[in-house]
């Protein structure tokens, strides 16, 4: 198994540093970048695993560049931030964030969030390789689960975040099937055992499912294929057709 490659992204060169030294005492390939430039660097010049994300960079947004690394790719990212509030969290997981968390943080919960993020990565690529090479079409959309393209009912490809596509991929399994915000989570390993941290589970639920229906969706604000269910959760409500290859 290759040595994940860990990219941590800090203006501050302290922090940056310490995260960097204790990620290699720790067996993972440390490279530090400060700006949106050395990140894409660092992209373009080899295999990066997972992106450590400093929301605040200097006269640059974390933010920003995680919603455009959005477009182009689905590497995981880790928003870093000392802003702690919901709303704050949910702006990074609205951007395509994977996960957020909140300085000063003790290194061993920074290295588990790592493990944890690296883990599904990894079993989300193996499942698709070994189990997920269907074709599936739904309301003119076609949606290629070996390459995860999507092609709009006029052919033109729509770029989903790692995130989106997971969500879009629940939904094509579980046509005409009320999903609660619960279910979605577990199948998108997230997770909160606290009321606080449920709650906060929800509204990224809610957050992503906006996200897809901006993307899939005529007129998000009245969506025809994937509606909310009062009381419940989300359905998808078109059929959908499967076929391999």
């Not at 440390?30 to 997972?50: C, F, M, Y």
């Amino acid at each position: 198994m290759a040595i994940p490659r860990i990219l941590v992204v800090d203006d501050d060169s302290d922090m940056r540093q310490m995260m960097a030294k204790f990620l290699r005492q720790n067996g993972k390939i440390a490279l530090p970048a400060s700006t949106e430039r050395e990140v894409q660097n660092h992209l373009d010049g080899g295999r990066i695993d997972l992106i450590l994300l400093d929301v605040m960079l200097g006269d640059e947004n974390g933010l920003e560049i995680c919603g455009r690394l959005r477009h182009e790719q689905d590497v995981p990212v880790i928003m870093v931030s000392a802003l702690s509030a919901d709303h704050q969290r949910m702006e990074g997981y609205a951007v395509g964030a994977d996960d957020y968390i909140v300085k000063p943080f003790n290194p061993e919960l920074l290295l588990a969030r790592v493990k944890a993020v690296l883990s599904r990565a990894r079993r989300s690529s193996s499942l698709v390789h070994r189990r997920n090479t269907k074709t599936f079409t739904f309301a003119g959309w076609t949606y290629h689960a070996k390459t995860k393209e999507v092609l709009s009912p006029d052919s033109v490809q729509v770029a989903l975040s790692r995130r989106e596509t997971a969500l879009l991929q629940a939904f094509l399994a579980n046509p005409h099937i009320p999903l609660t915000r619960a279910e979605i989570a577990t199948t998108l390993d997230v997770t909160g055992t606290s009321e606080q941290s449920r709650e906060a589970m929800g509204r990224s639920i809610d957050v992503l499912v906006g996200r897809l229906r901006g993307k899939i969706e005529t007129n998000p604000k009245a969506p025809q294929i994937l509606k909310t269910e009062r009381g419940v959760g989300y359905v998808f409500s078109v059929d959908v057709t499967a076929q391999d290859g």
